[in-house]
């Protein structure tokens, strides 16, 4: 493939370099703006090609050294060789580009970004788990920059101390399981107390297999679930019972959930996120606030503190069981929760008629358009966006903006994954 000398011009959403060979933009993994890199063209395509450095001519003074022994191979994190506070710039770059190219809007003002601890802040992932018999060796790890590969870790910096320094010894722990073979991931989900792998199986353990992954358990101070099939299937293995919870002191709230329930991955970005929702809601007694997307009530219960009347809608069935017994848990009694496909036509609905002050929406990452055909009703006059892609938030801005009446008051982007692109925000918009 070819080789050339290449100036690096700018950084992409998920952090490559960016620079051009007679004319054709090529992606450079590894490369910084600012930099003059020997890269070799490794794959080619009709609009753009993509390289990997061979060299580096000159190097950006915002560059620093990987923490990661695996930076480069796994995808995990992207970013590593960048300085903390050029990631988030970088980030604000990208939602700002996407506000004005998508939505055609601009934030009247940007806050500080939420930050919190770079390393370590993981509670929840998914590792992937792969025996390679010509190896004979089993991998635990995130994918590879080429998804068709588990990457081979010894040990991860983002995930929580309790796992990301145990990788090796889960590759071993599993490479000693007679259905070594038929481990297929491991899902880590942690909660104040309790740190929880669930291990996905596609046959049936041996007494002894067991005996193994207890032992594991009692010896590193973990709790050990296991999954034989659907999310329904999970089962304590040891102990017998495997309660997790998080606290947000700030509402004096506890959130209880289980293994597989989606929670968001960085517990002190989420209690930075969740003051800065109340402190733009500006939610008084009087007010009836809907909270749409609202899961286990991350958002809906904190806001219950505060507020006159909550109504919290998800669609996911069990997370509104959950939602619900959370509310009891806290004896809040001022909220309802609702299970309703938030991706279809809602309108009719006894919650989507009622009058709101407030709104706060949390969407996954194809965001909330379908939800923005008939909501908010006339008489909401402050809504907060927190926002997993900028891309489908931008879009929603557009049509808060052009549709609704609204402004986009402030906007702030929130380190939620540290050392990867993933671009996390947050959005006030006003009447």
Not at 20 to 38: H, M, N, S, Y
């Amino acid at each position: 493939m070819q080789t050339a000398q290449v100036d690096i011009t700018d950084l992409t959403h998920d952090g490559r370099g960016v620079a051009r060979i007679d004319g054709k933009t090529v992606f450079v993994a590894g490369a910084l703006p600012g930099e003059r890199a020997q890269v070799r063209i490794i794959k080619r395509s009709r609009h753009f090609d993509e390289a990997k450095v061979e060299a580096l001519l000159t190097r950006s003074a915002q560059r620093v050294e990987p923490r990661c022994i695996h930076f480069g191979t796994c995808s995990g994190c992207s970013l590593q060789h960048l300085e903390p506070a050029a990631q988030i710039a970088a980030k604000q770059r990208v939602l700002a580009e996407n506000f004005e190219r998508i939505g055609k809007v601009t934030p009247e003002r940007w806050l500080d970004p939420l930050m919190d601890q770079p390393w370590g802040y993981r509670r929840k992932g998914r590792l992937s788990v792969k025996w390679v018999a010509k190896k004979a060796k089993v991998l635990v790890g995130f994918r590879e920059n080429d998804p068709r590969f588990v990457a081979d870790l010894s040990i991860c910096h983002t995930l929580l101390p309790e796992v990301g320094e145990r990788i090796a010894a889960l590759g071993e722990l599993v490479g000693a399981l007679e259905a070594k073979a038929s481990i297929a991931q491991i899902e880590i989900a942690a909660g104040d107390a309790t740190v929880a792998l669930t291990f996905r199986h596609l046959q049936p353990l041996s007494d002894c297999d067991r005996a193994a992954l207890i032992a594991f358990a009692q010896r590193h101070h973990l709790a050990i679930l296991l999954q034989p099939g659907g999310p329904d299937s999970v089962e304590p293995l040891w102990p017998s019972e495997v309660p997790l919870s998080f606290h947000i002191p700030e509402s004096d709230i506890d959130i209880a959930f289980r293994p597989l329930d989606f929670i968001q991955v960085n517990a002190g970005m989420n209690r930075r996120m969740i003051a800065r929702a109340l402190e733009w809601l500006d939610v008084r007694p009087e007010h009836t606030v809907l909270d749409l997307f609202c899961g286990l009530g991350n958002f809906t219960l904190p806001i219950a503190r505060r507020a006159g009347q909550v109504v919290g809608v998800e669609g996911e069935a069990a997370l509104v069981a959950r939602a619900r017994e959370n509310a009891a848990r806290n004896t809040i009694g001022n909220v309802e929760f609702f299970a309703a496909d938030l991706m279809a036509d809602q309108r009719g609905t006894s919650w989507a008629r009622r009058h709101y002050d407030r709104l706060l929406l949390d969407p996954p990452r194809s965001g909330a358009a379908a939800v923005l055909d008939y909501l908010p009703r006339a008489g909401t006059d402050r809504i907060v966006y927190v926002s997993c892609h900028p891309g489908s938030l931008a879009r929603d801005a557009g049509m808060l903006v052009e549709r609704h009446g609204f402004r986009l008051a402030a906007a702030a982007v929130m380190d939620m994954f540290p050392h990867t692109a993933h671009v996390e925000s947050i959005a006030l918009f006003e009447r």
